[in-house]
C-alpha cells in the first residue's frame, strides 16, 4: 500500500517551458488535490478533485491546469513555466471533500523554474 | 492579513519541557481545526483534529476558542522526535482548507 505517489521528486524547467507533475493513490479516495508551498506561507490549495469526473479552483489556480483521469490519478500540468512557479508542489487525498476528512499527502516535488 | 497565523518559532526546548502553540483564524465561520506535523522536507501528516471541547492524545493536548478564534497545541514531557514543524489548518468552506506557514519546534537532549 504505497498510500500517495508523486513523480518526479524533481524537476528544474527554463521559462517558457511546460510540464506535467502527476499524482497517484491507492486507497480508494473520491477526493484529490494539488497545493504548493513556498517558504513563510502555507501550503496553498492551487485545484482539487472532489469526486472522479470533477475538478474546481483552489486559492492560486493561475498558470496552472489539472485533469483527474481517473479515480486512482490526478495530474497538474504548468503549460508556460514563469519562476514564480518555483515551488514544493504536493498532492494529497481524502476520502471525501469536507472538513472532517483527514488528507493524506504525498512526498513532494520540488520544481525549480529558471 | 493572512487567514491563518502561526508564531513562526524556532522553539528550541529541552527534553521533557511542555511546550505550547498557538494559532489565530480570521474566518468565523471555519468549521473544522487540525493540527498537521511536518518533518523536514517531508510531506505533512495529520497529528490530530481539533474539537469544540478539547482533545488530548497521549501527550499532545488541542484546544479551540471559537469566540477569540484561536487553536492550540499542547506538548507535555517533549522528546527529541517531536521535533518537527507543526502546521495549523483551518476549513473555512467545505473544501477549502487553508494552512497557516507553520511553527518550528526543535528539542535538544
Known amino acids: 500500500n504505497a498510500g500517495v505517489t508523486q513523480t518526479p521528486k524533481f524537476q528544474v524547467l527554463k521559462t517558457g517551458q511546460s510540464m506535467t507533475l502527476q499524482c497517484a493513490q491507492d486507497m480508494n479516495h473520491n477526493s484529490m488535490y494539488w497545493y504548493r508551498q513556498d517558504p513563510g506561507m502555507g501550503l496553498r490549495l492551487i485545484y482539487y478533485?472532489?469526486?472522479?469526473?470533477?475538478?474546481d479552483k483552489g486559492e492560486v489556480p493561475n498558470g496552472y491546469n489539472v485533469s483527474r483521469l481517473n479515480k486512482r490519478e490526478f495530474s497538474l500540468r504548468l503549460e508556460s513555466a514563469a519562476p514564480s512557479q518555483t515551488s514544493v508542489y504536493f498532492c494529497?487525498?481524502?476520502?471525501?471533500?469536507?472538513?472532517?476528512?483527514?488528507?493524506?499527502f504525498g512526498p513532494g516535488t520540488r520544481l525549480t523554474v529558471t | 492579513r493572512k487567514e491563518v497565523e502561526q508564531d513562526p518559532g524556532p522553539f528550541n526546548v529541552p527534553e521533557g519541557a511542555t511546550v505550547a502553540f498557538n494559532c489565530t483564524y480570521s474566518n468565523s465561520a471555519s468549521q473544522s481545526f487540525f493540527w498537521y506535523r511536518q518533518d523536514c522536507r517531508k510531506e505533512p501528516k495529520l497529528l490530530m483534529s481539533v474539537y469544540s471541547s478539547g482533545n488530548e492524545d497521549g501527550r499532545f493536548t488541542a484546544q479551540l476558542n471559537r469566540a477569540s478564534q484561536y487553536i492550540s497545541l499542547l506538548i507535555r514531557d517533549s522528546k527529541l522526535s517531536d521535533s518537527a514543524t507543526y502546521l495549523c489548518v483551518v476549513n473555512a468552506n467545505n473544501n477549502d482548507m487553508r494552512f497557516g506557514a507553520g511553527t518550528r519546534l526543535t528539542v535538544k537532549p
Open positions: 478533485s472532489a469526486s472522479e469526473g470533477t475538478t
Open positions: 494529497a487525498s481524502s476520502e471525501a471533500t469536507g472538513g472532517n476528512y483527514e488528507q493524506y
